[in-house]
């Protein structure tokens, strides 16, 4: 009797124990479930509510910080999964996308990283010796030119491109000097000189540098320059229609449009500026620059069905006047490109954005009508890999290095794709644009891109033939690959960079005097053109730069660059992911 009341006693405690360890099961795993939804309800360790937007910011505003990404050795942790609130939910895709990582996490490649940032120290040393207070550097003349109102164009462009090397001492030198009462930036700013700017070049390097360079560091000083420097743009908007003219007098607020438009504005100026202007007016709480180019969206939008170009696309010239398009090149290059890129780029990183699906629609179209059009020819084929040229309407294969920016913009258009097929719709296209871009440097003796071809298909021997073999230093197949490298991850695209950079430091470099371009791509050594491009410091070596660095630098989902590769603070949120 008395072993089997024992007996007994041992198993309803044994009952017990197992009911005990089912209710401790279920409420870990249901933390857990809670914890990777994101319920408010639920602390993390580190002190926040644990609920984290798509941008990588805790809801509260605050960024997440680097120790939530990775351990103290800089490699990412473990997963597990009470750390998965806490982990950086990025780039989700669309609705049909939550739940997936759209940027691929990559780490850096410190010697060619730091091999770029060497050549951007050689080139910058150079203009400060050379051609301070000047727009740009003569390297083989050593001397400065001025092709932007003499007001240390390079400097002010290439301002951010420093901060985010490092070169924390050479920024605030740079900043200081353009802050200087005796600088020749404070006179233009202030009216004292009579000079004609052009509207959209001092948009995109003066204002979104130092836009950026405010973003970067929170320097107030910059965004002060930035504002009164775009009130003195702001006379070219005075016309009957509200669309700018290309140029204006600092001074006397004069403006006018190049005599070869026949007094037209071009679409590529006046219709990059709104992100800009836009991001002027979020940091100073002043709407008027926001309203200024809103109006010029507006205005675009209003004629998209009747523009004399295909429904999404429109030509390149615009009568100010009387309000509407008056013909012109229908074209991804000169004169139309970075319009379609602003439409992508203002929707996916503006708060407040007016119209904003309108601006996605918009965006859509013009990829959709880019393909209708037969804008995207194939010119080659090597296995699977199609080669596709991208050209103006009416000029059946050719094709400028200025249109190699669009795979870079087709990856952006992927990020957040209405749909996962029409994500991987875009990105496939990027692929095929890309490789001709490539090609165009792999053709030629120099190892560089000409600024102009004409693609000669053929089943058996496809060829490039060189409409113009000049190579001006410029960034766009560089800042593709950096777009496509940073979607997919992909060792191939740094390749294709790093042989792109060497091919670069072989024909620029003019030792001790900083790079300058080439005149003839097709001759090596081929004769350098005695002129350090300014967006050569802000575009191309930073894309260079950035494609060598980890994925978390400059992290695609909370930076957005404008056509001058300056960074922007992304202000949009996301709706959360349900992971």
């Known amino acids: 009797m008395a072993r089997d009341a024992a007996r007994g006693r041992r198993r309803r405690w044994r009952r017990r124990l197992v009911a005990v360890l089912v209710v401790v099961l279920v409420a870990t795993v249901a933390g857990a479930g809670a914890r990777r939804r994101g319920d408010a309800s639920r602390g993390d360790d580190d002190g926040t509510d644990g609920t984290h937007d798509d941008s990588g910011r805790i809801a509260d505003g605050r960024p997440t910080t680097t120790a939530t990404r990775r351990g103290d050795d800089g490699r990412r942790p473990r997963a597990r999964p009470w750390m998965w609130s806490r982990t950086r939910r990025r780039g989700w895709s669309g609705e049909e996308g939550r739940g997936r990582r759209y940027w691929a996490t990559t780490r850096a490649d410190a010697r060619r990283r730091d091999a770029v940032r060497d050549a951007f ?3 910058l040393t150079a203009y400060v010796t050379y051609a301070s207070g000047h727009d740009e550097l003569a390297p083989a003349s050593r001397r400065g030119v001025d ?6 164009t390079t400097l002010a462009d290439a301002l951010d491109t420093m901060f985010i090397m490092g070169m924390k001492k050479e920024f605030a030198e740079g900043l200081g000097r353009l802050k200087a009462e005796t600088s020749g930036f404070r006179a233009l700013i202030n009216g004292e000189v009579d000079r004609d700017v052009s509207v959209f070049e001092t948009n995109i390097r003066v204002l979104g540098g130092l836009l950026a360079a405010h973003d970067l560091s929170g320097d107030g000083d910059a965004l002060e320059l930035a504002e009164s420097f775009a009130a003195r743009l702001s006379a070219a908007f005075d016309t009957p229609s509200g669309v700018p003219k290309s140029f204006v007098n600092v001074k006397t607020g004069k403006s006018f449009t190049l005599q070869w438009t026949g007094g037209k504005s071009i679409l590529a100026d006046f219709g990059s500026m709104h992100l800009e202007w836009a991001t002027l007016s979020a940091r ?12 010029v969206f507006e205005q675009i939008a209003r004629a998209r069905r009747n523009s004399g170009a295909p429904v999404g696309l429109f030509p390149h010239l615009y009568d100010t006047d009387a309000g509407k398009f008056a013909g012109g090149t229908v074209t991804f290059g000169a004169l139309g490109d970075s ?4 439409l992508i780029k203002c929707w996916r990183s503006l708060a407040d954005l007016k119209d904003a699906p ?20 194939e010119w080659k084929r090597e296995g699977d890999d199609v080669y596709l040229a991208l050209s103006p ?11 190699c920016f669009a795979p870079g913009m087709l990856v952006l258009g992927g990020a957040e794709a209405p749909t996962k097929a029409l994500a991987e719709e875009y990105v496939e296209l990027a692929r095929k644009i890309a490789r001709t871009c490539v090609a165009m440097y792999d053709s030629q003796p120099s190892g560089l891109a000409p600024d102009h071809v004409k693609l000669v298909p053929s089943p058996s021997s496809p060829s490039m033939n060189v409409i113009d073999g000049k190579n001006i230093q410029r960034p766009e197949t560089v800042e593709s690959l950096f777009y496509l490298y940073r979607k ?15 091919s670069m430091k072989a024909a620029y470099s003019v030792p001790g005097s900083g790079w300058q371009g080439v005149r003839d791509v097709r001759q090596s050594p081929a004769q350098g053109d005695d002129k350090m491009q300014s967006f050569f410091l802000a575009e191309t070596l930073k894309y260079l730069y950035l494609i060598f660095s980890d994925s978390d630098e400059m992290h695609l989902d909370e930076w957005v660059f404008n056509t001058e590769a300056h960074p922007f603070r992304i202000t949009k949120t996301r709706a959360k992911s349900d992971g």
């Open 147 to 152: 092709d932007f109102g003499g007001v240390d």
């Open 284 to 295: 100073t709480k002043n709407p008027v620059y926001e309203a200024h180019t809103g109006h």
């Open 339 to 342: 319009f379609y890129e602003y």
């Open 121 to 123: 120290r050689e080139c």
């Open 393 to 403: 309407i009416g000029s059946t294969y050719t094709m400028e290095h200025l249109a």
């Open 358 to 377: 309108l601006w996605r629609e918009m965006f859509d179209d013009a990829v959709a009508a880019m393909t209708a059009a037969n804008m995207t020819r």
């Open 488 to 502: 997919t991850g992909e060792e191939q695209f740094r390749d294709q960079a790093w042989k792109i950079f060497q």
